[in-house]
């Protein structure tokens, strides 16, 4: 019920005083309230949309960014456990993924950009 | 699509997989309470990859499921009304009241609308001034902004044959209520992203901080709830205990302002039945004072109907987590999608729904019944 998916607002008007759009969800397009999102928004954004009502604005350089830490910790992992194979533990594996998790995790990140 | 796929790449999962497993020195035991989350779990076969390092208990997260039977049979009551068009969003028509379920009205002559949202609803109480509209407004936190916009606008509208039946609940308190049960295993959870999206997670610090456990504010795709379980798992193993947020390109801590402002105006806390668990102190939301002319409950004469839950049905335990929906003796015989004993076999957010969709778990039931 709580679900919400990413539309590109590709209109912006106003029905009797409150402001409405359009919405494209992959080429399907709706009409969404767009009151709670009113102060920030504009034609290009990308919604979060529930129930016809956008409830956030996607933060596309948060988005990118956990990406990004993610795509990078998942090479970081493959060059670090390819250099253990042969020598590497089980301890040394989980010690990787530790030091990688610590550094440039995209728990972190995200937990600190997000605060 | 653009914010979907790339939280669906199968090269991340299977690495957050590994990492996940490698730092887990024991059996974590996380609760996920949201039946979107539920739903990716399940589908995804996550708990199945993650073996022994996390055990995934669902929790109460699909407000379908924890709308009391006695507000079901209220929602019946008024769609068998002539002058009454009952409107709801498409989940709630399948699920079962005392007698029947709202398909069932609507086979018998009664107007059931299905509508995508809040406003369709009060739209058609405008095109339909000699009738009365009734809208179900069940849901957690994300649905509320929507619910109270509709009520909002039909007072400054003055659509005075509109109103709403509902039955909101909140998260934090079902959190706490499992939290404080003396059974409870859960370590750590993953907190819901669009509840969170609304209402920020600044009232899950002090329940982080009173009962020791991490709470991550998670997102819906496989790759966003892989993340959650790793950043939880990692607090677990290293001893914290705080609240952190996965789901950053949507979720702010201090969530939608003006949407909480809205939800604020319209409505006020109040106590709150849950299906299959009981009444929750402060869990839920009702129509403020001021809004008394749009709250169905009070428009029309419903205080009489009162019901029992069906004693077959272990909804309650699959919603506490004290229960996967295979170990009730009922599920796939006595209870299907076609003819459901409890509503999560009925939502496609509900747990048992989610286990009987994805076809490995149907014979189990039987299984575990015989």
């Known amino acids: ?115 | 699509m653009k914010f979907l796929s790339e939280y669906r790449d199968p090269e991340l999962a299977r690495s957050l997989v590994d990492r996940i497993r490698a730092r887990s020195s024991r059996r974590w035991r996380l609760m996920e309470v949201c039946g979107g989350q539920t739903h990716t779990i399940v589908k995804q076969g996550i708990p199945e990859v993650l073996g022994e390092s996390v055990e995934l208990i669902h929790g109460p997260g699909c407000p379908v499921c924890v709308t009391p039977l006695e507000q079901i049979d209220r929602a019946l009551n008024l769609a068998g009304r002539p002058e009454v068009i009952f409107t709801s969003f498409g989940d709630m028509l399948r699920v079962p009241g005392s007698d029947c379920d709202l398909f069932q009205i609507r086979a018998r002559g009664g107007e059931v609308k299905v509508v995508y949202s809040p406003l369709d609803a009060l739209e058609l109480a405008r095109k339909n001034p000699q009738c009365e509209v009734v809208f179900f407004a069940v849901g957690f936190e994300t649905t509320a902004p929507a619910n109270a916009m509709a009520v909002w606008r039909a007072r400054e509208l003055g659509i005075e044959n509109f109103s709403v039946l509902v039955s909101h609940v909140t998260v934090p308190p079902a959190i706490t209520a499992i939290l404080e049960s003396d059974d409870n295993r859960v370590q750590g959870f993953l907190a819901a992203g669009h509840v969170c999206t609304v209402m920020g997670w600044e009232e899950y610090e002090p329940l982080a901080d009173r009962y020791r456990v991490p709470i991550v504010v998670t997102g819906f795709e496989p790759v966003d709830i892989l993340e959650g379980i790793w950043m939880a798992v990692q607090q677990l193993e290293e001893g914290r205990h705080e609240v952190e947020n996965q789901y950053a390109r949507s979720v702010r801590r201090d969530g939608n302002l003006p949407a909480r402002e809205i939800i604020g105006r319209v409505f006020e806390l109040v106590d709150r039945q849950w299906r299959g668990i009981g009444e929750i102190p402060m869990s839920g939301l009702g129509l403020r004072e001021e809004f008394a002319a749009w709250d169905a409950e009070r428009k029309f004469d419903l205080a009489g109907i009162r019901a029992s839950e069906p004693a077959e049905c272990r909804a309650g335990d699959v919603l506490r987590g004290r229960i996967k929906p295979i170990e009730c003796a009922a599920f796939g015989t006595a209870c299907t999608p076609e003819s459901p004993l409890g509503a999560p076999m009925v939502s496609s957010e509900g747990a048992c729904a989610a286990y009987w969709a994805f076809a490995r778990y149907r014979g189990a039931g039987t299984e575990a019944a015989s």
């Not at chain 1, 990004?68 to 020598?87: R, V």
């Not at chain 1, 990688?100 to 605060?115: F, R």
């Open chain 1, 1 to 115: 019920m709580c679900l919400g998916i990413p539309g590109k607002i590709v209109e912006m008007y106003g029905t009797e005083g409150l402001p409405m759009g359009v919405v494209d969800f992959g080429g399907v397009r709706r009409e969404v309230c767009l009151a709670y999102v009113a102060d920030e928004v504009e034609v290009g954004n990308y919604a979060i949309v529930h129930v016809g009502f956008a409830i956030s604005l996607v933060d596309e350089d948060e988005a990118l960014r956990t990406y990004e830490a993610l795509k990078e910790l998942d090479q970081l992992d493959e060059l670090e456990w390819m250099s253990e194979i042969g020598s590497g533990s089980p301890t040394a594996r989980r010690d990787a993924a530790r030091g990688a998790g610590e550094g440039e995790a995209p728990g972190t990140a995200v937990g600190e950009s997000g605060a």
